[in-house]
């Protein structure tokens, strides 16, 4: 492919037809040494992983499942959770353009076209270091296959185009210019801001969060932490979340 070039980011690119998930594939690879840059890409995953230990299943060829691994070791450690908020802002960033559609992004890494679920991104940390980023983004999903109400695809908000090789190539080129200007800038968050903060669907919003015990916490998402962390403005004063389910609330 033209988007493995000498110089660039994307070093290999695999097109595999079924595996079981290429979170899974990458992750091996990244374990045995692999350089940054290989792209896994799968028709079809018999066991995809979702965030918070769910599971991730589409039907084939009716989304874009892959797999990225990067090593950004130029990166300060404590600033590679950026890479969660980078990563979704890219492929919402790529999908406006060449789909034509109004696609935000929703704390911590998810892609929504108002407000309904198009893409979900998995981030895994390996030792080495590594950071596996996976991206599973609906193109021709119909309502009947959809896993939830919420959830949305390319062909179901009327994209410009369904073509999986186009929206594919242009999320590699917005991912690989962004990753790119971010480990430059050693991580420093203010590349990202306020892209992020313009494409943001949580930002300003009434929230409810469950975390990860269980217990549920309602405010107004108000700003990101140094770190990345959501603050949200609680009735007890300002709570910053690493992570969590957030639910927007009307308005
Ligand atoms: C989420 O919304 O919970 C994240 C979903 C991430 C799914 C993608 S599909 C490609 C990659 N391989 C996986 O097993 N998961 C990610």
């Not at 021709?140 to 959809?146: K, N, S």
């Amino acid at each position: 492919a033209r988007l493995v070039k000498p110089g660039g980011l994307w070093t290999r690119i695999d097109v595999l037809a079924e595996t079981e998930s290429t979170n899974a594939v990458v992750t091996a690879a990244a374990r045995s040494g692999t350089p940054e840059g290989l792209l896994v890409a799968a028709e079809y995953q018999s066991s995809g992983r979702g965030r918070l230990g769910r599971t991730w299943t589409t039907p084939p060829r009716s989304a874009l499942l892959m797999s990225a691994l990067l090593r950004p070791t130029a990166v300060p450690a404590g600033r590679w959770p950026w890479l969660g908020l980078l990563v979704p802002l890219a492929v919402a960033s790529a999908v406006r353009r060449v789909a034509e559609i109004p696609a935000q992004v929703k704390w911590p890494n998810d892609v929504l076209v108002e407000d309904r679920k198009l893409a979900g991104i998995l981030l895994e940390r390996v030792d080495g270091p590594a950071a596996v980023v996976g991206i599973g983004l609906n193109v021709t999903l119909r309502a009947d296959e959809r896993p939830l109400p919420t959830a949305t695809s390319l062909a179901l908000e009327n994209a410009a185009t369904t073509d999986r090789a186009t929206v594919m190539a242009a999320i590699l080129r917005d991912l690989a210019t962004r990753y790119q200007e971010w480990v430059d800038a050693e991580g420093n968050p203010s590349v990202i801001l306020p892209d992020y903060e313009e494409l943001s669907a949580t930002l300003g919003r009434s929230v409810r969060v469950e975390l990860p015990d269980g217990t549920f916490l309602e405010g107004v998402a108000s700003a990101l932490a140094d770190d990345g962390r959501l603050v949200i403005d609680t009735a007890d004063g300002p709570r910053p979340l690493a992570a969590g389910d957030v639910t927007h609330l009307r308005p």
